[in-house]
């Protein structure tokens, strides 16, 4: 069977001018699997509100990790497709969820390669399942698919958070940086409102409604975001042996004023140094490739706001990037999809926004 892979992450604005920025924005604030009002009112919100005041802050933020190939996400995406290529057969490309280049586009570039292509493998770049991550990517891929005509087969790589290569991947990029001395390790992942944990509870009832909900074994886990970073988190730490009192565990990223997932990232930043933690190592699990988010949210600005609050020492663990257990890891799933594993393909979509 001719097949091809396509590695799909979130993307980045074109360049860091304001306008690039901005259109960036609205196609991504526009999402109703990330703002999840209807769309008058997301219109008013994103467009009249949200991205005029914070597109000029955003390119700011852009500029300082740009590099010279351009947005650090896309050049790591890049060099993965590369790794990945020198390990299989299946030619590899990239799509982004936002901004270039798109899922037809990357269909499209498969297609030039083989016009006889008949199964391409798709493979979300998220390791745990969110309506605002990997369930938006995945339906749009498929949409593009869909309304494309294409006649070649698409094929979904399953959430990989509690999956074993992930977490040895994961572990193995860690482990160098817990040989020095620190004091506690925070666990930061993207937040999420408060309303998308609930609104996946596929049961009604348990998720961020039964104490301990995450550690109570319930269907909901299958769709729920922070159940699923609590589990890698829980893994990770037995896995290297962190001591009980040396890892914390919050979510970053908050937009707006509702509730979102706590605790914080951004206000853990400022306790931790007053609760005796002076040296902090910080990881971020829920992304795979070093973005906007890590290199500037938390190598800059996070760091900023700790070692103003009496931090000694910040250190922020890279993300997998093109460390080659990942690589294994990828080149692993996509033998295992074309073998028809179906334990590591997507099931049924929850949410059918459409």
């Known amino acids: 069977m ?57 390119a700011e933020a852009y500029k300082s990790i740009w590099t010279d190939e351009g947005s650090p996400l896309l050049v790591i995406s890049r060099q993965l497709q590369q790794a990945l290529d020198k390990e ?19 269909y499209d570039e498969l297609l030039q390669q083989n016009g006889d ?10 390791p745990h399942y969110a309506m605002s991550s990997y369930e938006t990517a995945v339906e749009y891929a498929k949409e593009q698919h869909r309304k494309g005509g294409y006649k070649f087969k698409l094929t979904t790589l399953k ?97 707006g004023r509702d509730p979102w997932l706590q605790p914080y990232t951004a206000k853990r930043l400022e306790e931790l140094p007053g609760e005796g933690a002076k040296k902090l190592l910080v990881v971020c699990p829920a ?14 600005e996070g760091k900023e706001s700790f070692i103003h609050a009496g931090g000694e020492s910040f250190t922020m663990i890279p993300c997998l990037n093109v460390h080659p257990l990942w690589v294994g890891a990828l080149k692993k799933w996509v033998a295992e999809l074309a073998s028809g594993d179906n334990s590591m393909k997507l099931g049924k979509m929850v949410h059918e926004l459409a």
């Open 2 to 58: 001719k097949r091809a892979v396509v590695l799909m992450n979130l993307g980045s604005p074109d360049s860091t001018e304001v306008k690039d920025v901005k259109r960036y924005l609205n196609e991504f604030l526009m999402d109703e699997r990330v703002i999840d009002k209807p769309w008058l009112l997301r219109a008013l919100l994103v467009q009249g509100i949200i991205v005029p005041f914070r597109a000029p802050k955003s």
């Open 88 to 106: 299989i057969d299946e030619p590899v490309t990239i799509a982004m969820r936002y901004g270039n280049p798109s899922p037809k586009m990357a």
């Open 117 to 126: 292509l008949e199964e391409v493998i798709l493979v979300p770049l998220y």
């Open 159 to 255: 959430p990989y958070y509690d999956d074993e290569t992930y977490l040895n991947a994961l572990c193995a990029s860690m482990k160098p940086y817990l040989e020095q001395e620190y004091d506690k390790i925070l666990f930061s992942y993207h937040g999420v409102p408060e309303r998308h944990i609930k609104k996946g509870d596929i049961t009604g009832k348990h998720c961020l409604q039964v104490a301990n909900c995450c550690d109570v074994a319930s269907e909901a886990h299958q769709y729920c975001y922070r159940h699923q970073c609590w589990a890698t988190t829980k893994e990770v730490v037995k896995r290297l042996g962190i001591p009980e009192g040396k890892w914390g565990f919050s979510f970053q990223s908050r937009l």
């Open 287 to 300: 992304f795979v490739s070093d973005c906007l988010e890590t290199l500037e949210e938390i190598a800059e």
